[in-house]
């Protein structure tokens, strides 16, 4: 029986050893007040996942990171519910001349270290993420400054390591000088990239990333990562935007309907979409705690100009596929009404959004048809539309072609790539069939982020390759506009000339339709379709 | 039995070497970049995103890459995350612990209940208790898991309130209690019949006979002489069960949001983090591998005929 013996001995060595690595963990934090495990008391919880990249506020461009870092940091402005602009950390910004703007500092301000918010503590940061030797995301942010290409070459490594356009006057004043006038810039300071960081981030910032200390409304305090992230309220603060409950968490969940569930038993305070399986009765479920609120952004099918089928077409065809659309039925079945029919270029709530004098976004077969017939028809009578097939699209792309299809006798062809990746590569490298599913979210509310960024000629999300003397004319009247208000009109006058040049067909704009628990209230979203957390208070 | 041994450990070599370069490779040819893909819809900077990779050495060809992994892993390095800029193994190590745990106690569960089950009906095979459990199994054969799970997460923990729906990040012994139940169900099913064919077939055995002839206790008879050959083919296809417990848990960790392997596997498939998925991949085989092995070492245990030199 030896052998038998030793084998009996090795298997139960590594039982012992798999139960040993399984144990651990388990702990109860038994005197929390809430329902919710492991919940300070006075916290709010939301279903915000894991960020995809480390906290910097120029590194991170998905909306799950963008929630911790406007938690953590403040830059100059902010917007309210209307997309008005509200100083945060800035007493002023202003130009006289559109090209060179004055920033004065609300004085008194700290980070959470204690040390304090300067004019310098900007500079230095702006300059650090223009850089593009520390490889930013959102550095091409900074590029209406002066010596920015100075920084950010095409080509090679940078000549300079500042920005000559930024000049501190004193602690609390700086002077921000463009390359040339910008009528809004003052509105692009609204985006978080531009937030301000503390003299420890150069030490570090490797480790700064992964636990940041901030100058806003929360600071940071756990990240457990692709679990939750915990930060509590800052008591120093002096922002109009001072939180109202005592901390937040951020919770990861494995699906929609996982963090559904857990809003219905208590475990969790808000959730930011309903997903599909729930949405029917989400309505019954809570009440009047539904979240049900169109925000800034747009859904289009985006024509790619290179393509076969798109190549030199008449915008007529592109109107008349449009008229062939039924969005009000579309967006009421197909999307449960999570959706509203667009009606223009730019959603509602963003300056500038205007009623079009059109029926190109009406449903109407018979003039669909003729408007194809008009423009010489589709070539090959025959289109497809990319989409990703990850991201929850296939349903309504489907539905759109077959309303294509039944009302103007194109035929329409969803062409579904596996994942966002995949899509992304086809648009970048002009690979798309016919046409492709585009989304945009406001990145500050003006109507002007819905058009030059995507329909100008050199504009970088313009994947669909359009491009038009005219139209490019008519942005540049608006970026020489003397103020505000008249470079967004001449963005308005912009949109009617995109309306009949067709760089893209427009479908609907989003809502969000979220929900919260018996414990929160208060709950409302910004114009970007997130909540504002810093609002919410805990009953 | 060591030198046995010995071979078995040095045949997984070859095994966890063609294993990680097929993962390797497969991940190289799947279409789509992940660093791009981190600018999403926005403006992309063609010069950044080629630093970038230079920098995570993406730009090198396949065998550069898989070459430098190798050696990495074999300095305890698993490689760095693009997005997130964090190594591996953290990530690793955030969600084995918790898979480990999810499938042990679902390998327990299935173990136990599964065993006793199927020696109860074999036992008295063809009567109507042993025909209840053949239609009991069937049904958990044929239910798909996520059903079985939806289904348990609505009576138990909406409709009676016994357990929370989702498990927390903590994880805890008792919050895993039903989707060990549910990822278990399927292995329960097989294990039982399993056992009970073996216990059926192996109670008109000679050696049964033998025993009772020899008037032996019937503790004894089934505990021991009929219970140690009939695990034999139940012994087998748990050893296999167990790694698939481990990797095949995606749809179950989906349905109770458990942080672990299955979800950090398909998000990283997802993200087109490469070095993660063949890191979960490369242990979830070497657990195959030690499975596989101690079910040969068992064999010699359960029936000295088999047993090697």
Redesign the interface.
């Known amino acids: 029986?030896?052998?038998?013996k030793?084998?009996?001995w090795?298997?139960g060595a590594?039982i012992i050893a798999?139960?040993a690595?399984?144990?651990?963990?388990?702990?109860?934090d038994s005197d929390s007040a809430s329902k919710e495990?492991?919940k300070p008391e006075g916290y709010v919880s939301v279903d915000v996942g894991?960020?995809?990249?480390?906290l910097i506020p120029a590194d991170t461009?998905?909306s799950l990171g963008s929630y911790v870092i406007q938690a953590l940091f403040t830059q100059l402005l902010e917007f309210d519910g209307e997309g008005k602009i509200v100083y945060t950390n800035a007493e002023s910004v202003k130009s006289e001349d559109n090209k060179t703007w004055t920033v004065k500092l609300k004085p008194g301000w700290k980070f959470h270290d204690g040390t304090p918010v300067t004019a310098a503590s900007y500079i230095k940061a702006w300059n650090w993420y223009a850089n593009?030797?520390n490889?930013q995301?959102?550095?091409?942010w900074f590029e209406d400054i002066k010596g920015y290409a100075d920084v950010?070459p095409?080509?090679g490594d940078p000549k300079a390591t500042e920005m000559s356009g930024l000049k501190a006057v004193d602690d609390t004043t700086f002077t921000i000088e463009l390359d040339k006038p910008v009528p809004y810039f003052e509105y692009k300071l609204g985006y978080y990239t531009f937030a301000p960081l503390p003299e420890v981030f150069y030490k570090d910032t490797?480790a700064f990333?992964q636990a940041p200390v901030g100058n806003g409304p929360y600071v940071f305090e756990k990240w457990?990562?692709?679990?939750?992230i915990q930060v509590k309220a800052n008591p120093d603060y002096q922002g109009p935007n001072k939180a109202k409950n005592k901390g937040l968490l951020f919770?990861?969940?494995?699906?929609v309907e996982?963090a559904y569930?857990?809003l219905?038993?208590g475990?969790l305070d808000m959730i930011r979409q309903i997903g599909p399986k729930d949405l029917p009765k989400y309505k019954t479920d809570l009440g009047d705690r539904v979240v049900d609120q169109p925000y800034a952004a747009v859904q289009s099918i985006v024509p790619t100009f290179y393509s076969k089928t798109f190549k030199g077409i008449d915008p007529k065809v592109l109107q008349g596929l449009s008229m062939g659309i039924d969005r009000a039925t579309i967006t009421k079945t197909v999307l449960n009404g999570t959706r509203e029919p667009a009606t223009s270029f730019t959603p509602p709530g963003v300056a500038g959004n205007q009623h079009l004098d059109t029926d190109v976004f009406k449903f109407d077969p018979a003039k669909a048809k003729q408007l194809i017939k008009e423009g010489g028809g589709v070539p090959d009578n025959k289109l497809w539309i990319q989409y990703n097939a990850?991201g929850g699209h296939k349903e309504w792309v489907t539905a759109v072609c077959e309303s294509i299809r039944n009302s103007t006798g194109v035929d329409c062809i969803p062409d579904a790539k596996?994942?966002?990746?995949?899509d992304?590569?086809a648009r970048?490298n002009n690979q798309v069939k016919s046409m492709y599913r585009?989304?945009?979210v406001a990145d500050y509310p003006l109507n002007v982020n819905f058009m030059r960024?995507l329909y100008g000629t050199t504009a970088?999300?313009n994947n669909g390759r359009f491009s038009d003397k005219d139209v490019d004319a008519a942005f540049k009247k608006g970026d020489n506009a003397a103020s505000l208000d008249e470079s967004i009109k001449a963005y308005q006058e912009a949109e009617k000339l995109v309306l009949q040049k067709m760089p893209a067909i427009p479908l609907w704009n989003y809502k969000i339709n979220g929900g919260y628990s018996k414990s929160v209230d208060n709950v409302a979203i910004d114009y970007r379709g997130d909540y504002v957390m810093t609002d919410v208070t805990v009953k | 039995m060591g030198r046995y041994v010995a071979r078995r450990l040095l045949q997984m070599i070859p095994v966890f070497l063609g294993s990680t370069l097929l993962v390797f490779a497969m991940m190289y040819a799947l279409p789509g970049d992940p660093v791009r893909a981190l600018a999403g819809e926005q403006t992309v900077d063609p010069v950044q995103i080629a630093a970038m990779k230079k920098d995570l050495g993406l730009d090198l060809p396949l065998w550069h890459q898989y070459w430098n992994y190798l050696t990495g892993l074999f300095q305890g390095d698993f490689g760095t995350e693009i997005a997130s800029g964090r190594p591996v193994a953290d990530t690793i190590a955030d969600a084995f612990p918790i898979t480990i745990r999810l499938a042990l106690f679902a390998f327990l569960f299935t173990v136990l209940v599964g065993i006793s089950m199927g020696v109860f009906a074999g036992l008295k095979a063809d009567t109507l208790r042993d025909r209840g459990l053949l239609i009991l199994t069937l049904l958990l054969i044929s239910v798909p898991s996520f059903v079985l799970g939806f289904l348990g997460q609505y009576f138990f923990a909406f409709q009676l309130g016994w357990v929370d729906p989702n498990v927390s990040a903590e994880a805890n012994w008792s919050e895993l209690f039903l989707p060990a139940v549910v990822l278990g169900s399927l292995s329960l099913a097989y294990v039982a019949r399993l056992t009970r064919t073996s216990v059926a077939e192996n109670l008109r055995a000679d050696y049964m006979r033998t025993a009772v002839a020899k008037g032996l206790p019937r503790r004894r008879v089934v505990g021991v002489h009929l219970m140690r050959n009939s695990m034999i083919p139940v012994v087998t296809f748990l050893g296999t069960d167990l790694g698939a417990l481990l990797g095949g848990a995606v749809v179950t960790e989906g349905i109770f949001n458990v942080q672990g392997v299955g979800r950090a596997v398909f998000g990283a498939l997802q993200h087109r983090e490469g070095a993660t998925v063949v890191g979960i991949v490369t242990l979830i085989v070497i657990v195959y591998l030690v499975t596989s092995l101690l079910v040969d070492l068992l064999y010699a245990v359960l029936d000295p005929r088999i047993r090697y030199a």
């Open positions: 029986m030896r052998g038998a030793s084998a009996k090795v298997a590594a798999l139960a690595t399984a144990c651990g963990g388990g702990s109860d495990k492991g894991e960020p995809q990249k480390p461009n998905e593009v030797k490889a995301q959102n550095s091409f950010h095409e080509k490797k990333g457990d990562h692709k679990k939750l919770k990861n969940y494995a699906t996982a569930q857990d219905l038993s475990n990850d596996p994942d966002f990746q995949t992304l590569e970048d585009g989304g945009w960024e970088e999300a």
